[in-house]
């Protein structure tokens, strides 16, 4: 019988709480995205922990000019200020290395030069869409003309953990997912790695954020294992789509927050996070509400699905509150 690989919860309770929010820079934040920045900062805060911020600028050709800078100051204006320097993971390129070498030599990686085309073609699909890679190039590269990807071995062992808002969650990497990229054929590292890596050389204990992560986290908790690296706490939130089930951002047109009204977008986020704030803040700054949801912030109030239409009637402001 296989041995389950499981990841189990961390107390709270156990030394000091430090949370973050980590964007890419592909364009401006919309709602979605400041769903995600209030939780992560209130459930740090609910613990006197500390909020950091990272820029997930590893993917280059993604990023949009000015992008990061615009991100800070739309945390500025809603009141959402972390604690020390911005962290840039395209400036962290030593660790990512330093890991694939390990990994590497530990015999956990490979190359291999099968393109999208050809393991959308000839796999079977995951949840998500996604291909179930074969392992075609597990015993050597099929196209040496080719750039090479690196790919991780995975074990087949199931891998499980408790998120601390969907409860229990498993996954069996060899059967749902396969050996998967750490780094691009670009020569870019992969998000799964790239993530694992700058989480602990942050030493992040507590990660909140969007549901369509919940299917990566096993991924990143196995690696956290292969490499030695703590395991945090995860809770993955609702994900904020819009009326045709599509989740907010900028490939399906979301509005930018309006910087000049950062107290509704804030009261339109509580509520969709099911904090319920009282009406009779929508007229205040953002520091009076900040310190009103910091009272009163429970993340076992957040609704425990997949995602969540926002706004609930098409034909109104996502940040309108009434």
């Excluded at 950091?52 to 993604?62: A, G, H, K, N």
């Excluded at 299917?215 to 908790?221: A, G, H, L, M, N």
């Amino acid at each position: 019988m296989r041995r389950l690989l499981d990841a189990g919860p961390r107390s709270v309770g156990e030394g000091s709480v430090r949370g973050r929010f980590a964007p890419s820079p592909t364009g401006p934040l919309h709602f979605g995205s400041l769903v995600t920045a209030l939780a992560s900062f209130l459930e740090a805060r609910r613990y006197g922990g500390e909020w950091l911020l990272r820029i997930e600028d590893v993917d280059v050709p993604r990023g949009t000019p000015g992008a990061a800078d615009a991100i800070l100051r739309a945390l500025e204006r809603h009141g959402l200020h972390w604690d020390g320097p911005v962290w840039y993971q395209s400036q962290r390129r030593d660790g990512h290395e330093a890991a694939l070498e390990r990994l590497s030599r530990a015999g956990l990686a490979y190359p291999c030069t099968c393109s999208r085309r050809e393991l959308a073609a000839h796999s079977t699909h995951a949840r998500d869409g996604s291909p179930i890679y074969p392992g075609h190039c597990r015993d050597g590269i099929r196209q040496p003309d080719r750039p090479a990807a690196i790919r991780l071995r995975v074990a087949d062992t199931p891998l499980a953990f408790q998120d601390a808002l969907r409860g229990p969650f498993k996954q069996d990497l060899e059967r749902e997912v396969g050996d998967f990229v750490i780094r691009r054929a670009d020569g870019l590292f992969a998000y799964q790695l790239a993530v694992v890596v700058d989480d602990a050389a942050q030493g992040i204990t507590q990660i909140v954020r969007g549901g369509d992560l919940l299917d990566s986290t096993p991924r990143q908790i196995y690696l956290q294992t292969l490499l030695g690296l703590p395991t945090p706490t995860y809770a993955h939130l609702p994900v904020a789509v819009d009326r045709h089930g599509h989740k907010l951002g900028k490939q399906t047109g979301a509005a930018p927050l309006d910087l000049d009204r950062p107290g509704l977008a804030l009261m339109a986020a509580l509520r969709f996070l099911g904090q319920d704030p009282p009406l009779e803040l929508s007229g205040e700054p953002p520091a009076t509400i900040l310190a009103w949801a910091r009272a009163h912030w429970r993340l076992e109030r957040v609704p425990a699905i997949p995602a969540r239409r926002w706004p609930p009637n098409a034909r109104v402001d996502p940040c309108r509150v009434d």
